[in-house]
Structures are given as C-alpha cells and as structure tokens.
DNA sequence: TTCGGTGTTTAGGTTTGCCTAATTTATATT
DNA sequence: AATATAAATTAGGCAAACCTAAACACCGAA
C-alpha cells in the first residue's frame, strides 16, 4: 500500500536518481515541498523498505521502489498517450492531468489501456513506456562505444541481460538513467575512461561499453 | 475547489436525499464512517454554501452542492461506461476504479469522455447519466398521472420547465430523484394524495402530476 | 409534562503530510 | 587544521479527516 505522496515521492528520485545518491533538496525542489518534510518521508520510506536511506548522505531506491516508480511512470505516459490519441489533447496540456490518473490504482485498468492504445513503447513526448514487467523499450541502439571523448549521455539499456555484467553495473552505481560523460578513450584496448554522476571516475572495458545502450545528451 | 472528501459527502447526501433533509448517522452508514466526523464535515460543507445545515435537523444540498454532486455523478458513471465498453470490464467489476476516476479534476477531460463515449444517456446499470449542465435524461416517459394507488416512484424529471411550476416543486420538496407514494387518487379532478419522503402527506393537481416524469419503485 | 431512548453534537485524540525556526553535519577554503 | 557555508535534520506546530467517549437535544409514550 502506498499513498499518493508516496508515489510521488519514489516518482522524484526516480527521475533524479544518476547513479550517486539523491540529495533532499534536490527532492524537495521537485516536488515544491521544504526539505524538512523531505526528511520525514525519506524516513517513512525507508521503513517501507522503498528507499535506502543514510542520515546525511542521501537516498537511492531499492529494488522494490524502482519497481514502483516505474509503474507509476508507465500509468502516467499510458495516460498521456491515451489523452492525446483517443481524446484529442494537445501533448502541452496532457502532463497536469496525467499527474492526477496515474495514482490511480487498478492493474488490471492499466493492462487494458496500454492494450487499448496497442502496447505502445513511446509517450507522446517519445519517451519510452516502461511494459508491465518495468522494461523499457530502448530509445536509440547506440551504445557507449559509439561516443567520442567528452559525449554525454544517459545509459539507457543493457544489450545481453548477463548476470554477471549486471551485477557489474550495479557494483559501479550505473543503471537505466545514470548520466555519464566520456573522459577518454583508450587506443590501446578500447577501454573507456567515463565519470559516473559527480565525482566516480571509472575505467570499462570495451566488452562493457558494447553492451551498454545510451542516449546522447551532449 | 473542493476536496476528495468533499465530494464524497456530496454524493452521499445527493443518493440519500429524498425531499427530507438527510440525518446525519445515514450519511455516515453510507460512507463507512462515524457520526461525529459527519458532523464535523456537515459544517464545513455548510461554510461553503454547499448544503443546508441546521443542527439536529439534517441537511440537504444547495443548488451550488448539487450541482457538484451530480458533477461527480455524471463523471462515475461516464468512466464506469468507458471501462465497460472500451476496457472491455464486466459492469461488476467496474464500481471501484469509477470510485477513484470519478475524483479527477478536468472537465476537459470529462466532456472529451462523453464524446468518445457518444455521448451517452445510460451507464451500464442503466442509471441515467446527467449531461454537462447537470440535466438527466429521463429514464422512463411515463408520468405521475399514469400511477395507480400504492404505487411507489422516484422523480425523473418534468415535461415542461416551468418556472412557476419548478418554484412550485421547490416549496414541496420535490426533485430529481425524490421517492413518493401514491396514498390515493381523487376521482372527481384526478389529482392524486401523495406522501413524499417519510411524513410530509400532499395533494398535487392532475396538471402537475401530468407534468412530472417518474420511475416506478414498486 | 416529564422521561427515556435514539440520534446528534462536542470535547479531546490520532495520523498524515506539510510548515518554520533552530540545530547539527558535511564540505570547501583558507 | 580551523572555520565558514551549505545542506540536512530535529523540534515544535498546523490543517484535514478520521476516531472514541461524554454530553446534549429532540420526540414519542407513559
């Protein structure tokens, strides 16, 4: 069971989650709200079991609270996609109301209209629809070998769902979202030296960087 | 603005009124809540002009709360319609998400709904759905003049929108949806005796009751 | 007309989610 | 290493809706 506000909150570190810890008042500007009252969810959250949370040193989802995030992501594009393309919206005033029908809760209501609109893969805005199991469609097939030095981008998706390379990922803080930039690239192996959110500045190998999907931003 | 509770306690007064003001333990069996927090709301749904509150007299809805209420009304069973005809829902199984939808605020939404929808007199109970004006379509065309003695109905609607003959209504606490009886027929003008709600006994002229569409109960 | 019972209201608490102000911690700079 | 500043937490409150228990009002019957 979770509140409205909850989800909203799981909502906001989810989208500002890059692979380092999210800060409370990064947080709190998201959601309009002071980081004290931050403070008292991240607490309640943490209970939950939704977040990890240490005082002091911001939070990261679980996998449970991913998991949630996600699915309140995939009910708000279903809706806006539902507004746009059987009632007529602009894709401009689509977000306000897809705030409010994505807390609604019924799968079983949001299986049938992701069937309605044909199990659509992209938003109106083109951003992807996670599917039930909280996949998402890949937005590009570049991966990260493809990018020069000083590329930024956003990882996007793994190729081959390895065990052991998402075990690798998890271990270096990288999962669908984190930002990085390319520092270098090495002639030698074709290894990449990338900054991973602020300050982690890691090597991987060229057997990595090929499995990686991104997103350029920059 | 009104909030989620708000608008429950308007539906709830709205389904129960019929032409007596409505107590306050009545109100709270239908919401599943206690005496004391009615009471509370009663009076700040009073403060805001939406009901007519007295103490210890019961209320009814002003035309402000009806208005709302049916708003509330008319979008249930708009979305109730939607879940059956386009979500394929069995109509069963479609009362509590309509309980969550019916909360979204965006008449845009509402008015786009009902077009997609054709939009529709009946919900899939067949309890009639109110247009954006707050107008019912009648449920049935026959009038309180067709009654026999005995009879039990509900208000439907008026054939003719009188003003002289709504004030009339006004006065004897008959509306929309208000539960009557007919206590006896006079033969010689063929106005009828009838006991509207629980005491109030009347006598109404055969004009009047050919001018008043009702819904047998019994 | 008083009395009792039913229904209603008031008084006083709880929880959720928000707030401001004061304090504490982490960190960046000298 | 000491300190200033920025960020986060704690403390103490508030509003909305709910609750239980106690007090009160209305109404029918004796």
Redesign the interface.
């Known amino acids: 069971m979770t509140t409205l506000a909850e989800e909203n909150y799981l909502k906001a570190i989810y989208k500002l989650a890059n692979g380092e810890p999210v800060g409370t008042s990064k947080i709190a500007e998201e959601l309009a709200t002071r980081a004290a009252s931050v403070t008292e969810m991240l607490i309640k959250l943490s209970a939950k079991g939704l977040i990890n949370y240490k005082k002091y040193k911001g939070v990261s989802l679980t996998g449970k609270g991913r998991k949630l995030a996600i699915q309140v992501v995939r009910k708000h594009r279903l809706w806006e996609l539902f507004?746009v393309e059987?009632?007529?919206?602009g894709w401009d005033?689509v977000h306000?109301?897809a705030e409010?029908?994505e807390h609604?809760?019924?799968e079983?209501?949001t299986e049938?209209?992701s069937?309605?609109l044909g199990n659509p893969q992209f938003d109106p805005h083109g951003e992807p629809i996670p599917d039930k199991h909280g996949k998402f469609a890949h937005h590009s097939v570049e991966t990260l070998s493809e990018l020069p030095a000083k590329a930024e981008a956003i990882i996007t998706g793994v190729k081959e769902q390895n065990a052991d390379f998402l075990q690798l990922l998890d271990q270096e803080s990288m999962t669908i979202g984190t930002k990085l930039r390319v520092v270098a690239i090495t002639a030698f192996d074709a290894s990449m030296r990338i900054k991973v959110g602020k300050e982690n500045e890691i090597s991987v190998s060229s057997k990595v960087c090929g499995n990686l999907y991104v997103k350029r931003t920059k």
């Open positions: 507004l059987k009632l007529r919206f005033e306000e109301v409010q029908l609604i809760q019924s079983k209501l049938r209209l069937e309605l």
